[in-house]
Structures are given as C-alpha cells and as structure tokens.
C-alpha cells in the first residue's frame, strides 16, 4: 500500500509539473512576438501631391489593399477584425463592428465602389459584408463569399460572384479575377485540415467556428487603371500560367509562409507571380499579426502562429527581399500602414 501512495503521489507530481510547463510554454507563445524593427527602414516613402498618376495604394493590414483615383475606391479583403488566440483556436468568431469603425475611420473611407475578398477564409472575407453595407459596395467574389455576405444580410444587389477571368468595371477601374490557388502548408496536418472544407455552400450567420469560413475559390486580383495596374496576390500560392501575358506597376505579394516552403515551391511561386507579371514596385503583405488590434504600426504574429502555426513573418519578408534584389528594375519595399502610395 505505501509503494502505491509513493507511486501515487510522483505520478501526481509529475503530472502537476507538467500541466505548469506546458501552461508557461503557451503563455511564452502566445505572449511574444519576433521583432521585425529592422524592416522599417525598408518602408517605402508615402505619396506627394506632385505626382503624374492619380492612383493611390493603401495598406491597411493583412491584405487589406485599398486602390483610389480619387473619384472611386477598391478595397481587398476588408478585414479588420482580430479575434483573440482563444476565440481563434476554440471559440466561436464574427465582425467586431468597433474594430471596422475604427479602420474606417483611421483610413478615411466613406464609400467603395466594390469589396473584394481574395479568398473566404475568416481573415479575409468575414468582415467584408458589413464593410460592403457601410460604404454603399458591391461585394465580389466566389460563391462562398456570397453566402458570407448573405448570411449576413447583405442585399442580393449588392452581391456579384465573379466570373474568373472576365473584367468588371468600377469607375475608371477594370477589375479581373484570376483563379489562383491557396498557400500550401508545408505541414501534413495544416495542409490536410485547410482542405478539408473547401466551400460554403449555405448562408453563414456569425458567430461561427473558424473552420466555418471555408476557403472557396482563391483569386489573383488584377486592378487596373488608365493610370496604373496593381496585382494583388492574397495567398501564397500559385496556379501555373494563370497570370500569363499580364504586366502591372505594382504587385502586393502575400508571403505569409513563404519562408518554410521548399527552394522549389519559393521559385514556382515567384516565377508565376512576379516574374510573369514584371511590376516594378513590389510590397510583401499577409505576414502581420492578425489576432493582435490594428493600431498605427502592423505587428508581427506572436510565436505560436510565427513558429508553430508556420507564418515565419522574418524569414518570409526576408526571402521576398531576397528574391526581388537579383531584378534591378524591381523596387520592393514594406508598405506603410493606412498611408497612400503613388502607382506606379
């Protein structure tokens, strides 16, 4: 009896030490973030009022791209929601409505001529309804995001799911869809469990799981304007050819990822994005923080989603910087947060 009250009490140390270790470990993940300071110098200066072209690019986190003439606005994504770590990993998630009426506010956007998600996962398309309702948009882009949009209540008028390929004009602006494909994970079970639900078939009406948000279609989005014409790559992933015969000024260049992947996966990726579009500015995107608030500086993803979730933000940023310094005619810099850069 005395060895098993021995045995006992050592498993029910051993037990309590490691409950406290595995607690101090994910306290120290999710409460650190990798220190991206010394990118800033590589921030691209904002516009002047001097320039020759009226297109303006504006990031506003994530792949949040906002596109204006002046007379009419584009914005990708709309997402500015941040869930917390927890709500992400085992609660329930919808639009923070104070979250989007300060990034509206902090970006000066009353009316957008369209919305546009480059996918239907959560950090990208689930706020984009309330922003398409706010600012009198029309919400593009697949089926999926559709039944975001009617799920929550958007009107089916300012609903447009896109045909891939075939331009749709805004103002002054032609926009296409290209088909393209998601970020492949590098790890099996990241990679297995982003495919298992891959649309949304029925109006989707938040608060739901993030696994809810299925991916849909993911695009390639081309912007162009008799001024200037921006790609916006939303994810990290290539369709071969799809971008073929297409040259822009600007590229926004998702590299959230990017920087775990295979020599050959990096190249494919960069030869079927920039190489075939030729931009001659490029902004690496989707490698911010996004459980963290929007505030004036973007911040990097905190040590689960860098490391174990697989983000890497330094060593993508770095790889894009990389990459873009053998081109000597390709001018790549970060993209300053809510402030207007002249294109091209």
């Known amino acids: ?3 098993r009250m021995k045995f006992l009490k050592i498993l029910t140390v051993i037990v309590m030490v490691s409950v406290i270790a595995i607690a ?18 590589r921030v691209i200066g904002t516009t002047t009022d001097d320039t020759s072209s009226r297109v303006t690019v504006s990031w506003l986190g994530n792949t949040n791209v906002l596109v204006t003439d002046g007379e009419t606005a584009i914005l990708t994504d709309a997402w500015f929601t941040r869930p917390s770590d927890l709500e992400i990993l085992f609660g329930r998630i919808g639009p923070d409505l104070g979250a989007i009426d300060r990034a509206l506010e902090r970006a000066e956007i009353d009316q957008l001529a369209a919305v546009i998600p480059v996918h239907s996962h959560f ?5 984009a309804p309330e922003v398409a309702e706010r600012t009198g948009a029309m919400l593009v882009g697949s089926e999926s995001t559709a039944n975001i949009g009617r799920g929550w209540g958007l009107a089916d008028e300012s609903i447009r799911v ?3 390929g ?5 103002g002054d602006f032609q926009v296409t869809l290209f088909e393209s494909r998601h970020f492949e994970f590098p790890n099996p079970l990241l990679r297995r469990g982003a495919s298992e639900l891959t649309e949304i078939t029925e109006p989707l009406q938040p ?9 849909g279609d993911s695009y390639s989005v081309l912007i162009v304007h008799p001024d200037a014409s921006v790609l916006i790559q939303g994810s990290a992933g290539y369709l071969p050819g799809a971008l ?6 600007a590229v926004f260049l998702s590299v959230g990822g990017i920087g775990g992947q295979t020599e050959r996966y990096q190249s494919n990726y960069w030869a079927y994005i920039v190489n075939a579009t030729t931009p001659e500015k490029l902004f690496p995107v989707h490698w911010d923080s996004f459980t963290h608030r929007l505030g004036e500086r973007p911040q990097a993803p905190n040590l689960f989603w860098d490391q174990v979730f697989g983000l890497q933000a330094d060593a ?3 790889w894009a910087f990389d990459r873009a310094a053998e081109d000597p005619l390709l001018q790549a810099g970060m993209p300053p947060l809510w402030e207007p850069v002249s294109i091209p």
């Open 162 to 164: 896109a045909t891939p």
């Open 316 to 318: 993508s940023i770095q």
């Open 123 to 127: 950090d990208h398309a689930m706020d």
């Open 24 to 41: 101090a470990a994910g306290f120290w993940l999710f409460t650190n973030q990798p220190s991206l300071a010394h990118f800033e110098a």
């Open 244 to 249: 073929k015969g297409i040259d822009v000024d």
């Open 166 to 170: 075939q331009a749709m004009s805004f």
């Open 207 to 215: 608060p739901v799981r993030v696994t809810e948000y299925a991916e």
């Open 1 to 3: 009896g005395n060895v």
